[in-house]
C-alpha cells in the first residue's frame, strides 16, 4: 500500500511534487496547510493563522488536521505533503511512524530563502535579522527530517517532473 508523506523546508516543492507523483500513481493527493484551513475555518492563510495562534496554538491546529486525515484515511493510499514545520510538531510526527513511506524533498537554503521571502517576510523569521533566522531553523530542521525520512531527496537542479520520477521509481523497486 502506498502512503506516501513529502517533508521538507517550506517552499521546497512539497505540494507541487505531491501533486504530480499522486496524478502519476493514481493516488488521492492532500496538503497538510490546506487540511489545516479547512479545519481552522476563520483562517485564511497559514500566516494569519499562525500569527493569531502562536507557534504553540498552531502545532495544535496542525496536529488535529493531521491526525484526522489519517484516521479518515486509515486503510487508503495517498499521498500527503506536510507543512515545513511539522518535523517540530512532536505529536504529529508520532502520528507518522508506521505504515507510511517518509520522502525529505532537500534543497538549497538560500534558494528556499529567496522564495519564502517573495511575499514578505513570515511571522516565524521576523525579528532583526530575519536571513539569519531562516539558517538556524533550516539547519535544525533538514536534520531532524534527514533523521526522520526514509528517502533523503536531493532536489537541486531538478524540476518537479524529475523529482517525481525519482520518488516513482524509489517506489517502483520497492515493489
Known amino acids: 500500500m502506498h502512503r506516501i ?14 501533486w504530480d507523483l499522486s496524478s502519476r500513481l493514481g493516488l ?3 496538503d497538510l496547510d490546506d487540511l489545516i484551513l479547512r479545519d481552522a475555518e ?3 492563510t ?7 495562534l502562536g507557534a504553540e496554538g498552531f502545532q495544535e491546529q496542525e496536529y488535529i488536521s493531521l491526525q484526522h486525515f489519517l484516521q479518515v484515511n486509515e486503510n487508503k493510499e495517498f499521498v500527503l505533503s506536510l507543512g515545513g514545520g511539522t518535523i517540530e510538531n512532536k505529536k504529529a510526527v508520532e ?7 517518509r520522502y525529505f524533498l532537500d534543497a538549497l537554503a538560500d534558494d528556499l530563502y529567496k ?8 511571522p516565524f523569521l521576523e525579528g532583526d535579522d530575519p536571513y539569519k533566522n531562516f539558517e538556524l531553523m533550516y ?10 525520512a526514509d528517502y533523503d531527496i536531493d532536489t537541486r537542479g531538478k524540476n518537479p517532473t524529475e523529482i517525481s520520477s525519482v520518488i516513482e521509481s524509489i ?3 520497492q515493489t
Open 5 to 18: 508523506i513529502l517533508s521538507g523546508i517550506k517552499h521546497s516543492g512539497k505540494s507541487t511534487i505531491g
Open 115 to 122: 522564495r519564502i521571502i517573495k511575499n514578505g517576510i513570515p
Open 28 to 30: 488521492y493527493f492532500a
Open 95 to 101: 502520528l507518522m511512524s508506521e505504515n507510511v513511506s
Open 46 to 52: 497559514i500566516r494569519e493563522l499562525y500569527r493569531d
Open 171 to 173: 517506489i517502483t523497486d
Open 42 to 44: 476563520k483562517y485564511e
Open 139 to 148: 539547519e535544525k530542521r533538514s536534520a531532524l527530517y534527514r533523521e526522520w
